[in-house]
């Protein structure tokens, strides 16, 4: 199974700023098979990102994502209100699927 | 526009059994692999199990297995989750998730005596 592992487990920060939230995988993986999803509370997880970098239908350019092999990140590049939530990344290329544990984005 | 609504959710007491379904639309469903994925409350997304797209092959967590039983109905656009000796550690929004970025809006499931 491979383990995704985010950090950090909290940022906090106001809006404006950006922020850099990080996925590392146990193993590598085919950038094909790594999402974001954002998820608020008392709602579903939302698909931000798929393919490790292409933006899902409807979502901000403000929203951005990168990396390869072990490492990956999504970055916001200056924070809205509506952006404070909880991001996690998935693979799904290797079975089973799974998620790193979350980075809270909090306001500062 | 796809849609994924999930029912069946309640109150179970540990030992028991509720039947949960998720009801696809906006899609040719039986292309599709769809998964169970939960959330105990104030914890991550959990990966349940994995149903093909013609139902010949599933998946599950090994926490699951042997207790959970997937299927789907392709005649009726339906996924489903048997779910057997419910433990108060199986309490959580249960969502069915397709990878290509499609998630239901969940159904909770409480164990509790």
């Known amino acids: 199974e491979i383990v995704l592992t985010q950090s950090p487990g909290t940022l906090s920060l106001s809006p404006g700023e950006r922020a850099t939230l990080s996925c590392r995988a146990s193993?590598?993986?085919?950038?094909?098979?790594i999402a974001w999803h954002q998820q608020k509370p008392g709602q579903a997880p939302r698909l931000l990102i798929y393919g490790a970098s292409s933006r899902a239908t409807g979502i901000p350019d403000r929203f951005s994502g990168s990396g390869s092999g072990t490492d990956f990140a999504l970055t916001i590049s200056s924070l809205e209100p509506e952006d404070f939530a909880v991001y996690y990344c998935?693979?799904?290329?290797?079975?089973?699927?799974?998620f790193g544990g979350g980075t809270k984005v909090e306001i500062k | 526009e796809v849609q994924l609504v999930e029912s069946g959710g309640g109150v179970v007491q540990p030992g028991g059994s509720l039947r949960l379904s998720c009801e696809a639309s906006?899609?040719?469903?039986?292309?599709?692999?769809i998964h169970w994925v939960r959330q105990a409350p104030g914890k991550g997304l959990e990966w349940v199990s994995l149903i093909s797209g013609d139902g010949g092959a599933t998946y599950y967590a090994d926490s699951v297995k042997g207790r959970f039983t997937i299927s789907r109905d392709n005649s009726k656009n339906s996924l489903y989750l048997h779910m057997n000796s419910l433990r108060t550690e199986d309490s959580a929004v249960y969502y069915c998730?397709?990878?290509?970025?499609?998630w239901g809006q969940g159904t909770l499931v409480t164990v509790s005596s």
């Open positions: 906006g899609f040719t469903f039986d292309n599709f692999g």
């Open positions: 998935q693979q799904f290329g290797s079975s089973p699927l799974t």
């Open positions: 193993q590598s993986i085919s950038n094909t098979y």
């Open positions: 998730h397709m990878v290509e970025g499609y």
